[in-house]
């Protein structure tokens, strides 16, 4: 299992927690204490990714809230991450940047797109949605370049009348079918 591998495998069940919330931004990340093997993460890989995934801002580590009074007075001694080392579960918040991240990770996974790389719709699909991507960040980053961008590769379109007589010449063929 590669690095981005078990970056991937964390970012995945903690998207798949929160598609199950009712408040879908908050997760309850519980750490792999009894399972081991290979390509199976232990707690404290799981530990070290979150501090990682929060370093890049995507997740902040919350301290998770008491049942009674005794409780929240023995975790506010806390902080976060240091809670996170000695216990077996963690809060997350998810923040809008993670999303983004998951999707670079889920898109360059080698462990469930194997077959993917030889279907040519979804490798149409994950590049049109790539591009999207890209359009959509660089219109928040600057509209004045993106205009620009879009004059630029219209121009390298060079003849459309071309393009319309080959659409012509499919449409005839289609019709004497």
Known sequence: MTSRDKVYSVLKSIK????????????EFRFNLGVFGIDILSADEERRILMKVEKEGLIEIHL?????????SYLSGFYPKEFMMDSNMIMIKILPAFYQRYFFYSTISLV?????????????????????????????????????????????????SLAWRNIKVIIDFLRNL
């Open 16 to 27: 798949q927690e929160s598609e199950i919330n009712a408040y879908p931004e908050w997760v």
């Open 64 to 72: 998770p809230e008491g049942r009674d009074e005794q409780e929240e």
């Open 112 to 160: 469930e797109n194997k077959w993917n790389y030889v279907n040519p719709f979804w490798l149409l699909y994950t590049t049109i949605k790539m591009f999207c991507f890209f359009i959509a960040w660089l219109w928040k980053k600057s509209k004045p370049i993106t205009i620009a961008l879009g004059i630029i590769g219209s121009l390298f379109v060079y003849d459309w």
